[in-house]
């Protein structure tokens, strides 16, 4: 028997609605294209912790990427660590604050190539849930190259600020329908 031919694959999201409290990082911020971003985040990151620990600091989660605007040729990026209290500048570290507010979440598993498809199930489900993304996004990289060889292990977290919901709702995580399956 014949296996059918040209059936595309199912790709399912979970999404989370949260509500974050602004947290205090350092970072290296940059402009650069597509292939330059492993060189980038290798430098960033260690320039961010060696601040971090030089000024007595924790890093208080692991390392992350924002996105101000929607990644085109050159991407404008500001990466780093999240820390206990705010950096003094330091050479290329700067201080820097994620945003607080209402944010959708999800995690994509797998390789940094196919990430794509996970923002598109992102706004997909922003969408049919009545939530508006705003600008600026962060990928935060939870296990990659330096921790796990095989790149289909891979985590990164996508945080992804949203104004007001349906109706002007606002996160509470109390409401289960903010937090669905979206297939």
């Known amino acids: 028997r014949a296996e059918p031919q040209g059936l595309e694959r199912i790709m399912t999201i979970d999404c989370e609605v949260i509500d974050l409290r602004p947290q205090k990082a350092a970072v290296v911020k940059a402009r650069v294209r597509v292939d330059e971003l492993p060189d980038f985040f290798g430098e960033a990151f260690e320039a961010t912790m060696s601040t971090i620990e030089q ?14 605007a929607t990644p085109t040729t050159v991407i404008h990026l500001e990466a780093g660590f999240p820390a206990s209290d705010a950096v003094d500048p330091d050479g290329t570290v700067d201080a820097f604050e994620l945003p607080g507010g209402a944010a959708v979440m999800t995690t994509h598993f797998g390789p940094y190539d196919t990430m794509e498809e996970t923002y598109a199930l992102m706004r997909s489900w922003m969408a049919d849930h009545g939530y508006e993304p705003s600008p600026g996004l962060w990928e935060v990289y939870l296990t990659g190259p330096d921790d796990e060889p095989d790149p289909a292990r891979w985590r990164t977290r996508i945080v992804w600020p949203v104004k007001a919901g349906p109706a002007g709702r606002r996160p509470n995580g109390d409401d289960p329908a903010l937090s669905r399956r979206y297939a």
């Open 55 to 68: 000024q007595g600091l924790e890093a208080t989660g692991p390392p992350f990427a924002y996105y101000p």
